[in-house]
């Protein structure tokens, strides 16, 4: 079938489903006519091609929108399909099978999941069926002990994607808004999940992938891909789980992933008697052990909580003193501080420790912060270098979308990497501020020492830069903080001028639209001279370190335009308008002057409008 005989027949499908929904009394012979066209489930090994595949999912449809309609039936018929699952030979051409047999596969098992599901109060069947499928199909990966060349393409293709898309449709059932935990699945899931961190078993797992694409280059890792899934569905049933048994055998099986892990990543921390896989980090294995350290802090006690934290500190703290960026634990590096600040907001204790922490990645100039930053500078690679794009979800739509652009990914880590400390840091500040404020004034102290006293090297562009913004979100999460950093970047500004001037005037911008009205006045004060500077220097025709606000007086009008659409308050809206009318009038005479020395400048041209925009915008607004 073509790709356009396929969405035809698709289409044609789905509005035969949407008349027999809008039937009141939707007869069984004219659903029969929908499932003659799906698998027979008489026979095995069943056959299925791409056109009963588009039929079944169409009968899937109909089942989850027909509000009880022929349930019994139906429910019957897709038990019958789950069973024959593993036996399953699908007939697809050789052009079908290059494009869709990934995506196939998985669709298919995962419509068939998420419709039983929707109906495992009437079926208790239903997850025990799953259950025996899921298993069949896993144990096919891990015996390949006779295992042929078409097996292993067969297990590739089809095996594999369709033990994913059964967890993929237990997970959106259980995390939908108004999922009901069906009977049988925390067991379920408890008894794979646990079986799977063991080493040895993880190990099998891993050995019988690795046989099965010896003769290919998957973009996935199926035995990391896996151990996700499930610690995401075991995520999504905690707050359902009283048994404290199971959460804490589920704790205890992933420690020991984890201690494996740390083995297998930091050899330093090689322990005796600890069973290892291969040493090659991938991101998916790395994904694999964030999402354990994820469900570690969540089942977390007071009587591990130490050691808990201990853990991620030192995974935190091994990107310090690196002499190249490490991409691939930076998803680590994120995963830690968000637990850290989870654990720090819980158990106040480690609030010392973790600031020093932070303040060791924020403004230590070996940093894995720092090593991104100069790599970012460097050429930017390829988009396919990334190492967070190797996921099965992404692997299987692959062909269907066009490749984004060419982008720098030092860039993007060192943006998602910053933006999670600052984050952690900005919650516990916010969290402990509260009972001890001297906590917060230290640590901005020692933030305004590094702004003020680093010079013009690389290394100290990005730690100047973390102070820099990690002042500006603790001034718009903690709004009494807010005077001190105003206070502190008025000194900094154009003292001499540098390229942090623009990234202080942007968080000033942040301010203003978060902070309370004094912080507003202040800000709004401080812009006013900014520009009222600029204007005198743009007089003399000097050009000297001394006059050095003309530089960022165009930042302040972009920040402004932002702030004026932000802002919601009518007031401060009314506030805007006078001083921005002023400005319009500074900026028009200094054009003027420029235009009398020299040729018309196109640039100051566009500045003048976009400022009379944003001035008018302003005053729309407030007129509303």
């Known amino acids: 079938m073509t790709r356009h005989g396929c969405h035809f027949y698709q289409s044609s499908l789905s509005h035969l489903v949407d008349s027999l929904v809008q039937l009141p009394d939707t007869p069984w012979s004219q659903i029969q006519r929908v499932l003659a066209l799906c698998p027979r489930v008489d026979v095995s090994p069943c056959s299925v091609s791409l056109r009963q595949h588009i039929a079944v999912c169409a009968a899937a449809d109909y089942f989850t929108r027909s509000d009880g309609k022929h349930n019994d039936k139906l429910a019957g018929y897709f038990l019958s399909l789950l069973r024959l699952l593993p036996k399953f030979y699908w007939n697809l051409s050789k052009n079908q099978v290059k494009l869709d047999a990934e995506y196939v596969s998985y669709l298919l098992s995962k419509k068939i999941c998420c419709t039983l599901l929707s109906v495992s109060k009437e079926k208790p069947d239903v997850v025990g069926c799953i259950s025996e499928c899921f298993t069949v199909l896993l144990g096919n990966i891990q015996d390949t002990s006779r295992l042929r060349e078409s097996d292993s393409w067969t297990l590739q293709n089809f095996t594999v994607p369709s033990i994913l898309g059964l967890l993929d449709g237990m997970i959106d059932h259980v995390t939908s808004p108004d999922h009901v935990i069906p009977p049988g699945i925390t067991d379920f899931t408890r008894g794979v999940l646990v079986d799977l961190l063991d ?12 046989s099965i694409t010896e003769r290919g280059h998957p973009m996935y890792n ?13 995520r999504g049933q905690i707050e359902s789980i009283n048994d404290a048994d199971l959460l804490q055998e ?8 984890v201690d494996v892990e740390n083995t297998r990543m930091y050899p330093k921390f090689k322990q005796p008697n600890i069973v290892s896989r291969s040493s090659s980090v991938t991101a998916a294995s790395v994904a694999g052990l964030c999402d354990c350290l994820d469900v570690m802090t969540l089942l977390i006690t007071e009587s591990c909580v130490y050691q808990h934290y201990q853990k991620l500190d030192n995974l935190f703290n091994l990107s310090v003193n690196l002499k190249t960026p490490d991409l691939f634990r930076v998803p680590l590096q994120v995963s830690c501080v968000k637990n850290i600040g989870l654990l720090t907001t819980r158990f106040p204790l480690f609030v010392n420790d973790a600031i020093e922490s932070y303040k060791q990645m924020l403004f230590s100039s070996s940093s ?33 979308s066009n490749r984004p652009k060419q982008q720098n990914v030092y860039t993007t880590n060192l943006d998602n990497l910053r933006r999670a400390i600052i984050s952690s840091l900005v919650s516990v500040m916010s969290a402990v501020n509260s009972t001890d404020s001297l906590v917060c004034q230290g640590f901005m102290s020692s933030a305004s020492n590094q702004l003020l006293s680093l010079g013009e090297r690389d290394s100290d562009k990005v730690v100047s830069t973390n102070a820099v913004r990690v002042l500006g979100a603790i001034a718009t999460s903690i709004p009494e903080t807010a005077s001190t950093v105003i206070k502190i970047f008025r000194h900094k500004i154009c003292n001499p001028p540098s390229h942090l001037d623009t990234q202080m005037i942007k968080q000033l911008g942040e301010i203003m639209c978060y902070g ?23 007089k003399s025709n000097k050009d000297t370190a001394e006059n050095g606000y003309r530089h960022c007086s165009f930042t302040v009008i972009r920040t402004l335009e932002k702030v004026c659409s932000r802002i919601e308050n009518p007031r401060r809206l009314q506030e805007l308008i006078p001083w921005l009318l002023e400005l319009f009038v500074q900026r028009s005479l200094e054009i003027q002057k ?25 005053r729309g607004t407030s007129a509303t």
């Open 199 to 210: 080493p040895e078993s993880f190990n099998e797992v891993s050995e019988g992938w690795t």
């Open 368 to 400: 894995n912060l720092s090593l991104l930053h100069e790599a970012s500078c460097l050429e930017p690679l390829p988009r396919h270098s990334d190492p967070s794009t190797s996921t099965f979800q992404r692997t299987a739509y692959i062909r269907r």
């Open 516 to 538: 309370n009205d004094t912080s507003f006045a202040e800000v709004l004060t401080l812009f006013m001279q900014i520009s009222s500077q600029a204007f005198t220097e743009s």
């Open 250 to 257: 589920v704790f205890s099986a992933a420690q020991m992933f």
């Open 594 to 618: 420029v235009c009398e020395e020299k040729r018309q400048s196109l640039k100051d041209q566009a500045r003048n409008i976009e400022l009379c925009t944003t001035c008018n915008g302003c």
């Open 222 to 234: 199926f035995p990391d891909e896996l151990l996700s899934k499930l610690l995401l569905l075991f």
